[in-house]
C-alpha cells in the first residue's frame, strides 16, 4: 500500500543554519506530494507541494523536489529561524483518491 | 476566500458523555470532508471522509460516528465517551489535490 516515511526527530538546529528533513513514500503511479507545517496547538497548514516527477514547491523560504527515481521529496531551507519552530509533515495523494497518506511528523526547534 | 472553522476550540468532558464537534466549511462547494484525530505528540490518523452529504466513509472502527447534514457541515460524535478518545481533532477539506485544515478542537476526557 501507500505510505510516507520520514526521518525521525526532534531535530535541533541553530538559527541560520541549514535545514534537512527526509521523506521517502511508496505508492504507485504518480502522487501529489505535500509538505505541511503545524505550529503548536494549531491546525496543518499546506507549506508546498508538487505534483509531478522534478517540481519542486517552495514557499517562505523551504524548498522540496520531487524525486521519482529515489521516491523521495526532502525538505530543506538554507538558513532557519527561530520561527521556524514547528513540527512538519510529509504526505501524498494518488490522483483519483481522497485519501491522504501522512507521514509521522519531525519536530523542529531552532535556538537563537 | 475559503475558511473552515471547528468549535468548540478546547472541551473537558467525562468518561461516558456524549460528544459532538462540529466543522463548517465557507467559501466552496461540495467539498471532500475529513476528520483526523492526533494523540499528544504522534501523527495524524484519518477517522471519517466525505465525498458528499449523507456519504460517510469510515477508516477506524471505534465509538465514534460522522454525518455530513449539510454540504459544507461535518460532525464527528460519540455516544460514551472512552478516555482514549482524548487528543486533537482536526477537520480539513479538499477540491483538488491540496488538502486544508481547521484549527482544530482539543479534546481530554476525565
Known amino acids: 500500500g501507500n505510505s510516507v516515511t520520514q526521518m525521525e526527530g526532534p531535530v535541533t538546529l541553530s538559527e541560520e543554519a541549514f535545514l534537512t528533513i527526509n521523506c521517502t513514500y511508496t505508492?504507485?503511479?504518480?502522487?501529489?506530494l505535500f509538505w505541511y507545517v503545524q505550529y503548536p496547538g494549531e491546525g496543518l497548514q499546506l507549506l508546498l507541494k508538487?505534483?509531478?516527477?522534478?517540481d519542486k514547491g517552495s514557499n517562505k523560504g523551504f524548498e522540496a523536489t520531487y524525486r521519482k527515481e529515489t521516491t523521495s521529496f526532502h525538505l530543506e531551507k538554507g538558513s532557519v529561524q527561530v520561527s521556524d519552530s514547528a513540527v512538519y509533515f510529509c504526505?501524498?495523494?494518488?490522483?483519483?483518491?481522497?485519501?491522504?497518506?501522512f507521514g509521522t511528523g519531525t519536530r523542529l526547534k531552532v535556538l537563537a | 476566500s475559503q475558511t473552515i472553522h471547528q468549535w468548540p476550540a478546547t472541551l473537558v468532558q467525562p468518561v461516558g458523555s456524549p460528544l459532538s464537534l462540529e466543522c463548517t466549511v465557507e467559501?466552496?462547494?461540495?467539498?471532500?470532508l475529513y476528520w483526523y484525530r492526533q494523540a499528544a505528540g504522534r501523527g495524524l490518523q484519518l477517522l471519517f471522509y466525505?465525498?458528499?452529504?449523507?456519504?460517510i466513509s469510515s477508516e477506524v472502527p471505534q465509538n465514534l460516528s460522522a454525518s455530513r447534514p449539510q454540504d459544507r457541515q461535518f460532525i464527528l460524535s460519540s455516544k460514551k465517551l472512552l478516555l482514549s478518545d482524548s487528543g486533537f481533532y482536526l477537520c480539513?477539506?479538499?477540491?483538488?489535490?491540496?488538502?486544508?485544515f481547521g484549527p482544530g478542537t482539543r479534546l481530554t476526557v476525565t
Open positions: 480539513a477539506w479538499s477540491l483538488g489535490r491540496e488538502q486544508y
Open positions: 505508492a504507485t503511479g504518480y502522487p501529489s
Open positions: 508538487a505534483t509531478k516527477a522534478d
Open positions: 504526505a501524498l495523494v494518488k490522483g483519483g483518491t481522497y485519501k491522504y497518506i
Open positions: 467559501g466552496t462547494s461540495n467539498p471532500n
Open positions: 466525505s465525498v458528499g452529504i449523507g456519504q
